[in-house]
């Protein structure tokens, strides 16, 4: 049970796949002696990584063809040459070992008639590098992670317990504020070292593949608490959200041999990627699909959600029940297709965030005590634009190095940090009574549905100068307005109510940061494309936005991005 004041030496904020592969290190690196807590909005299960379908990249058969260049190659090409090439280096290298290390654990791959991990193409890769599990490789990672964890006896879970704020004091990390949903207790734990590994947060936009809880706190409490976030202009659209949900179809399903078919019934990635073609990577791919969309060659909706075709029909069925699954259950339970007898509706949805919180190369962040790791960070690998199953593999190597950096340090602490409880006390009376007792006109599930219907709109695969000011205008119009909202629920026990009023504020911080860094990006670069700047900048542009908190609006500023291997070059498929 939670008490009202709880400290621990290291606190892992978030348990998706970064989250758990950083609590195992933390674990397996201090032994048992130190005192470790993982601490989750959700069951710890239900973080949004077991949704991960595809699979994992990593170089695992050299001898085939496959390299660690390649790899990384593919990589700093598909970002666009905005990717840190020193991270790139040494991403594609210990990926490999998270793989072997996962196996170790007994994570059931797919596997090949040899009895060898089996590997699937996936787009922007030259060679077959996803490892996966089925289509399920994320909830197979998760588990397995889960039964490693239980080796040990020093980790503490606070489950659906939500955190509202990171306090730092002169430069260094004290504890976190957290609102333990299922009791309704405020509290303070304090620790010696954190790792925030709270995931993305895609449900800014409507049309996503994200879980509902993917809004972005952990980015959004970083931002307020003074750390910086990067290269947040850059979101990731996948190329193949189920119409009408926007629940994902795996890149593997094109891996596999889908195609992409528009209502002439032509494979119109011919046009844009003639050698990728299907598995281009997805900023390509999403581009090609909105332009044959723009141009007329879609299919139309009376809602405006137009959409092409994915057609696996001829991979036949036995292919189809053996490597996409979940692919199929999910076509025929929410568009009522039965893909081995139609094709699959689909568009580009929201997906992934190549920014995210600053860290080095270590994933540390400028805060002395605090890493950051998974999708809530930006270790700037991704760099404009993600390749798919790189984000897993990162979660896992960025996780192992986060989780021993921050227990080291942790190990090296002699006494956990002083919070004079009047800190507490005013994020609680901020908390529950300015924002919980709020009694105005507006209705937060409105001011969501604006915000979402906007970011749909003016800040997705295709943007411009226009678009974008509007869009500013429109976030800073709701942040207003959400500071009079009517909260309807007075309890603290799943008050879901007030809970959406403090995900909406988070998801407008990072609107606005979005935003102004994308309407000061005056080019066109991986996932962030203007109509008004087509072409890429590499002289004025081949570097990091930074964008630092302020009370009037994002301050935004610019470091170079790392060149080690590789100088820009035009970016074909
Ligand atoms: C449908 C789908 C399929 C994907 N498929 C692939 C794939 O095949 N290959 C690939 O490489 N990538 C894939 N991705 C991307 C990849 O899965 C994610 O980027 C990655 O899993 C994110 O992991 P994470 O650990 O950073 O965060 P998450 O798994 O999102 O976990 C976030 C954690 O933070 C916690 N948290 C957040 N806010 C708070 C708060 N305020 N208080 C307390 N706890 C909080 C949550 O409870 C959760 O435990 C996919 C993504 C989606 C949505």
Known sequence: MVEIE?????????????????????????????????ISRVQLMRSHSVCAEGGTAAV???????SLELHAWDTVRGSDFLADQDVVKLFVEESPKELIQLDHWGIPWSRRPDGRMNQRPFG?????????????????????????????????RYDECYVTSILIDNGVFQGLTVWNLTTGQFFLIRGKALVIATGGACRMFGFTTYSLTATGDGAAMAYRAGIPLKDMEFVQFHPTGLIPSGILITEGARGEGGYLINNKD?????????????????????????TEILEGRGFSRPDGLDYLHLDLRHLGAQKINERLPLIREVT??????????????????????????????????????????????????????????????????WGRITGEKATRYAMGQKSL??????????????????????????????????????MDHNVAVYRNGPDMEEALKKIRELKQRIKHVKVKDQSRIYNTNLLAIVEVINLLDLAE?????????????????????PNRDDDN?????????????????????????????ERKY
């Open 513 to 533: 940061v979005i935003v102004a860094g994308g309407l000061a990006r005056t080019e066109s670069r991986g996932a962030h494309s203007r109509r008004d700047f």
């Open 124 to 156: 922007g890769h030259s060679f077959d590098r996803a490892t996966f599990a089925e289509d399920k490789t994320g909830f197979f990672e998760m588990h397995t992670l889960y039964d490693t964890l239980q080796k040990y006896a020093g980790v503490t």
């Open 417 to 454: 940090p002083d919070v004079p409880p009047q800190r507490v006390q005013e994020e609680e009376k901020r908390l529950f009574e300015q924002i919980g007792h709020g009694n105005g006109s507006e209705d937060v599930y409105v001011i969501r549905a604006e915000l979402q219907r906007m």
């Open 332 to 397: 025929i339970k929410f568009a009522f297709i039965d893909p081995l007898e139609q094709p699959i509706p689909i568009r580009p949805a929201a997906h992934y965030f190549m920014g995210g919180i600053h860290t080095d190369i270590e994933g540390a962040t400028p805060v002395e005590a605090i890493w950051a790791a998974g999708e809530a960070a930006c270790v700037s690998l991704h760099g404009a634009n993600r390749l798919g199953a790189n984000s897993t593999a990162e979660c896992l190597v």
């Open 60 to 66: 695992m058969r050299p001898e085939e063809g496959d």
């Open 541 to 569: 542009w081949g570097k990091h936005t930074l964008a630092y908190y302020t009370p009037e609006g994002p301050r935004l500023d610019y470091i170079p991005a790392t060149i080690t291997m590789w100088q820009p070059v």
């Open 6 to 38: 709880a400290a621990h030496d290291v606190l892992i904020l978030g348990s998706g796949l970064a989250g758990l592969r950083a609590a195992v290190e933390a674990a397996r690196v201090s032994n048992d002696e130190l005192d470790i807590a993982i």
């Open 266 to 290: 032509e494979r119109f990635m011919e046009r844009y990627a003639p050698s990728k073609m299907e598995t281009a990577p997805r900023d390509i791919v999403s581009r090609s699909e909105m």
